[in-house]
């Protein structure tokens, strides 16, 4: 059974950090790209950072460039967001995914709320 399980969101001050993690389950999570969307109320889900499976290539949303950092530990099948300086407009729910191919999962989110 597939599972991505998000954790480490919760509410933070404006400047403030956090570090997301997501555990993975029941693939092949090395040969996975993986990826963290986000999607504010009334927004449209959209793509805050992506890591290539084995790690060599990351792509950030013009929004978090500078501030985010995406990893992945493929022992302990995981990838994380590390966010930095975080503002209000970063508040969303945060989704993990992974892609190979036309396969395709996502976990079930978690919630990120930047405000003082």
């Known amino acids: 059974q597939v599972q991505l399980v998000e954790s480490g969101g919760g509410l933070v001050q404006p400047g403030g950090s956090l570090r997301l993690s997501c555990a993975a389950s029941?693939?092949?999570?090395?040969?996975?790209?993986m990826s963290w969307y986000r999607q504010a109320p009334g927004k449209e889900r959209e793509l805050v950072a992506f890591?290539?499976?084995?790690?060599?290539?990351?792509n950030y949303g013009d929004s978090v460039k500078g501030r985010f950092t995406i990893s992945r530990d493929n022992a302990k099948n995981t990838v994380y967001l590390q966010m930095n300086s975080l503002k209000p407009e970063d508040t969303a729910v945060y989704y993990c995914?992974?892609?190979?191919?036309?396969?395709?999962?996502w976990g079930q989110g978690t919630q990120v709320t930047v405000s003082s």
């Open positions: 029941g693939f092949s999570f090395s040969s996975y790209a």
């Open positions: 995914n992974a892609n190979w191919g036309r396969l395709t999962y």
């Open positions: 890591i290539s499976s084995l790690g060599r290539i990351t």
